[in-house]
């Protein structure tokens, strides 16, 4: 399809409107004495509405987690940060109001809301870097907590076994001692003599004839066989008792002991690997990251935590306070369009030259000089005498010679 040039007259009307769209701008900066760049001031609010969102998300998270499924509670707990998110939403225009406003009374006024909004920011954002290491944190916490049990455990197994072992022997004489009365008891019912039976016979009251036999005990027989029945019930009971502690003391091994150890170690290893923080401080202080100290972690912490808070406060403000430039000279003439007419200029230069002539202790010069000076004729300012013009020979001269 043909194509049709653009119009000249709609083009330089364009470029019209543009020029006095640019100098109205130009006029309205300089009435106000600052300039305000807006693609800056929408970055600062860009950064401004991250941080808010950010907050205002980590705190629903905090509350949903801490609020133990309270429905009132986590509803408490999103006040505060919506309070948080409105004074955080004030640091841009207070960093334009100290670059833009003439009173040092406001200026100073919108500076101190600064470092108060601020130090809402850093608490909200520091908040979000505490919950971001927080796991991690917690992982290796537990696991050192488990490292130091299994290392108590290591450390107290030699006085278990010596315990063990005692209560071992401890019933094992025991029962040596029971065997032994046992045996005596035995030895000495044995060794009593045996049952004595004899007839008796006589007669009884009435007459008649009686013939029995009577047998009589040794009285020591009863009370050894008392004797040699709890002997066995002792020896049953101890006997139960070491098998019980020999089965504890077959339990506490050494051995077993060191390997949980390194299996409690190499979990906590595993886990200070993965937390940044640990691997950071260690960096830092020249150790290995499980020899850490947590007085170390924790005063890494507050560089991680408080610093990145700090920046993330100020870089919008910064921003903001960047975007405004203001004039060094508000009634500067050039910027307020004052041109020099071309009528006045003559008597521009009569000025100057008198001044000149004074300062040289030259005459003043003469009224048609001033007069031409006056009409604009252009002062000459070499005053070296002219030299003489060649007189033109005529032709016809020439020739007769």
């Known amino acids: 399809m043909p194509r049709n040039p653009p119009s000249r007259d709609v083009q330089r009307e364009r470029r019209a409107w543009i020029r006095e769209k640019e100098h109205w701008r130009h006029e309205r900066h300089v009435e106000r004495g600052y300039r305000i760049k807006w693609g ?10 991250m941080v808010i969102g950010a907050s205002l998300w980590g705190a629903w998270l905090f509350a949903g987690y801490y609020s133990d499924g309270d429905e009132r509670a986590f509803y408490f707990m999103l006040l505060a940060p919506l309070v948080y998110a409105a004074v955080e939403l004030c640091r841009v225009p207070l960093g334009i109001l100290a670059r833009t406003q003439r009173s040092y ?4 006024l919108a500076i101190i809301g ?3 909004a601020a130090g809402v920011t850093t608490k909200s954002v520091s908040q979000l870097g505490e919950m971001m290491f927080h796991p991690r944190l917690m992982d290796a916490a537990k696991a050192k907590t488990a490292l130091k049990d299994a290392q108590a455990d290591r450390a107290s197994i030699d006085t278990r076994i010596a315990a063990a ?9 025991e029962l040596d001692q029971i065997e032994k009365r ?3 008891n035995a030895s000495q019912l044995a060794g009593l003599p045996a049952q004595r039976c004899e007839r008796i016979s006589g007669t009884n009251s009435r007459g008649q004839r009686y013939s029995n036999l009577k047998c009589v005990t040794d009285p020591r027989t009863a009370t050894l066989n008392a004797s040699v029945a709890k002997a066995g019930t002792d020896r049953a009971l101890v006997v139960k008792s070491l098998e019980d502690a020999r089965k504890a003391r ?10 949980k150890v390194a299996d409690a170690e190499q979990i906590y290893r595993n886990s200070v690997n993965r937390s940044q923080l640990h691997s950071f401080t260690a960096m830092v202080y020249g150790v290995d990251p499980i020899e850490v100290t947590d007085a170390q972690v924790h005063a890494f912490l507050r560089i991680f935590v408080f610093v990145p808070a700090l920046c993330a406060a100020f870089a919008s403000t910064i921003l903001a306070l960047c975007s405004v430039s203001v004039r060094k000279t508000f009634m500067d003439e050039d910027d307020l369009g004052a041109t020099v007419d071309p009528a006045a ?3 521009m230069l009569d000025s100057i030259t008198d001044a000149i002539r ?14 031409a000076a006056a009409s604009g004729a252009v002062i000459p300012m070499d005053r070296r005498p002219a030299q003489s013009a060649p007189i033109p020979v005529p032709a016809s001269a020439g020739a007769g010679a």
């Not at 009374?105 to 100073?108: A, E, G, K, T, Y």
């Open 250 to 259: 077959a339990e506490l091994d050494r051995g077993a002991a060191d390997r």
């Open 105 to 108: 009374l406001v200026r100073s």
């Open 40 to 49: 800056y001031v929408g970055i600062a609010y860009f950064v401004e509405a």
């Open 114 to 116: 600064i470092i108060f």
């Open 182 to 184: 046992a045996a005596d």
């Open 345 to 347: 200029t003559p008597y």
């Open 358 to 371: 004074e300062e040289m202790g030259l005459q003043q010069p003469k009224p048609a000089a001033r007069e």
């Open 165 to 173: 072992d005692a209560r071992v022997a401890q019933y094992t004489t």
